[in-house]
């Protein structure tokens, strides 16, 4: 094995473990929650590596980087998730990658990535991004719809050709209410998330938890993990 296929088996069992334990503290079954792991700013070599380490879900946040890096890895049985804030003029090349949008927070988005699964022939996985911290009517400074705004995006997502509603993804805020409060946060997810179940049952991915907070999130009732610097290392530089 090179070094850097040693490093990132470590790194993924460390992760996995702290899954594994924080499941079994919830009393959830294992399988109940998907790791994503969050390759952006490193390379394609990683994502083979971690394709051979067994893992299948993947996510990126900026297109730039994301289409080199998911063409070079096209051979791969990956699943790609975007997860960063996303401009409708990007939105015709990550719908040539991407299996699920997670940061869906803006009707004129759901328009487009509509208008682009359909000319792609694809159907498209969206989840509602919220921002715990933004006021009603408002998004977030990460992005996100304040959760006043999930039931309509949501309506919106479930009519449009091309797309499915996969369920609500969330950011532990760092100002507002919930900052320095991610369980609280997570938790307030999971009953924004039941609501959205009574109008779309099958809406039933919940995405929250990173590095530094899966066991939060893994305890609140997250579906999916988000995990970048504990599986790649400390990021340089912006991302
Ligand atoms: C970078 C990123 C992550 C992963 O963050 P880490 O702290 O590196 O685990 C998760 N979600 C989103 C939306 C991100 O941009």
């Not at 993924?12 to 959830?28: N, P, T, Y």
């Not at 994502?47 to 730039?64: P, Y």
């Not at 009953?191 to 066991?215: F, I, K, N, Q, Y």
Request: a neutral charge.
């Amino acid at each position: 094995m090179t070094d850097r296929k040693d490093e990132l088996a470590e790194n993924l069992a460390k992760v996995e473990e702290r899954i594994a334990a924080a499941c079994a503290a919830a009393g959830r079954p294992r399988e109940e929650v998907t790791l994503i792991v969050v390759t952006k700013t490193y390379p394609a070599s990683d994502v083979r590596i971690l394709s051979e380490l067994g893992v299948r879900h993947l996510a990126e946040n900026r297109d730039q980087d994301a289409a080199p890096k998911a063409a070079e890895c096209s051979d791969l049985p990956l699943t790609w998730h975007f997860v960063g804030q996303l401009q409708t003029n990007k939105v015709r090349s990550v719908v040539g990658y991407a299996d699920i949008v997670q940061s869906v927070d803006r009707p004129k988005l759901v328009t487009v990535l509509s208008k682009e699964a359909v000319r792609a022939g694809r159907e498209l996985g969206c989840l509602i991004q919220v921002a715990l911290d933004a006021g009603d009517g408002a998004r977030g400074e990460r992005g996100g719809v304040a959760p006043g705004g999930i039931e309509e995006l949501a309506d919106l997502v479930a009519r449009a050709p091309g797309l499915r509603l996969d369920g609500l993804m969330t950011v532990a805020p760092l100002a507002g209410e919930y900052a320095g409060r991610q369980q609280a946060a997570f938790e307030r997810l999971m009953v924004l998330s039941t609501g959205l179940r009574r109008a779309h049952p099958a809406a039933t991915m919940v995405s929250a938890g990173m590095s530094a907070d899966l066991e939060q999130a893994v305890a609140a009732g997250a579906t999916h993990v988000r995990v970048g610097t504990a599986v790649l290392g400390v990021r340089l530089g912006l991302g």
